[in-house]
């Protein structure tokens, strides 16, 4: 059973990692997907091709996500081209980690408006193709660690936080406009941002989770599919932990 067949969806930040799968999910489900990256030509052509070889329709946009107008161009783009938008991932995401006696202002500044601001920019552009159609789902990517907090990540930690309360606040102000907003909270999920954690660490964090594993870019991919689709209608305002039972 396809799930999105004929929905228009828009990742932010899917030429690798967690976006590349949630493109190829909501591909697979018959989704016509816009999706965005900033430096990533070669990734965003070779998943272009592969999404659109399977039988798909897939359109990469070299778009910063952190810039207002860009967003707002994309969607102009992505209404002119799709006819409209049904599915919003807000996942673009950087971490610039360090201690907070460390942190520039520039490493807290770029975090801010890469992983937070770049969710209001992509959500007040497609209001309006949303509230025409009188329906929508906007799924925040947020992260354990705005729940948590994490030594060396104020700045990620506060901007993934930072979703949580917009994504709430979202879902109050357009629940009567059937526009749901909703979050996922990933565990520790295996990707190239995870890559530069020391090997130690990263078996240590294993052992930790309940399930012993780390989480797959699929295994978001899943629960985004979920609350992209007409299985979650009804749901609004919530985090979606996809963690494999950490901090239960
Ligand atoms: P990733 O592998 O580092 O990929 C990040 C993606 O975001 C890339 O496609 C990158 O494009 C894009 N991007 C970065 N800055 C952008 C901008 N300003 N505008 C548009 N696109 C931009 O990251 P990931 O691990 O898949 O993580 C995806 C999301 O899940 C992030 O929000 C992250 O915080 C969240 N998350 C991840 C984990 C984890 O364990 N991996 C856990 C919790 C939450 P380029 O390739 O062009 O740079």
Redesign the pocket.
Known sequence: MKLLENKVVII????????KSIAEECVRHGAKVAF?????DE?ARALELELSSSGGVAKGFK????KFDQAQELVDKVVEEFGTVDVLVN????TRDTLLMRMTEEQWDEVIS??LK?AFNLTKAVLRPMLKAKSGSIIN?S??VGERGNAGQANYAASKAGLIGFTKSVALELGSRNIRCNAIA?G??E????EAIDPKAVEEWRSSIPMKRGGT?NDIAQATLFLACDMSTYITGQTLHVNGGMYM
């Open positions: 932010t930040g899917a030429s690798r990692g967690i976006g965005t990256y900033i430096s990533s990734k778009s910063d996500a952190s996942n673009a995401g950087i890469t992983n770049s990517m992260s354990v990933p520790f999920i990707t190239e941002m995870t870019p």
